[in-house]
């Protein structure tokens, strides 16, 4: 598993990619009650990816 970083998201890109899944068909469902998802959220957004935040 990648690590939370720049790097981590970049592989997590890459492996959608690789699945055959564009960013832009790409619906990412995160966790949101601390300040881990936001790199990875904004990250995913700005590639075009659909991102929604769970609150619990």
């Excluded at 492996?15 to 959220?41: D, F, I, P, R």
């Amino acid at each position: 598993m990648a690590a939370n970083s720049k790097t981590g998201i970049v592989d997590l890109v890459a492996w959608c990619a690789k699945q055959k899944v564009s960013a832009h068909e790409l619906h990412a469902v995160m966790e949101g009650t601390g300040v881990y998802h936001e790199q990875a959220a904004l990250a995913l957004a700005d590639a075009g990816a659909t991102v929604s935040t769970a609150l619990y």
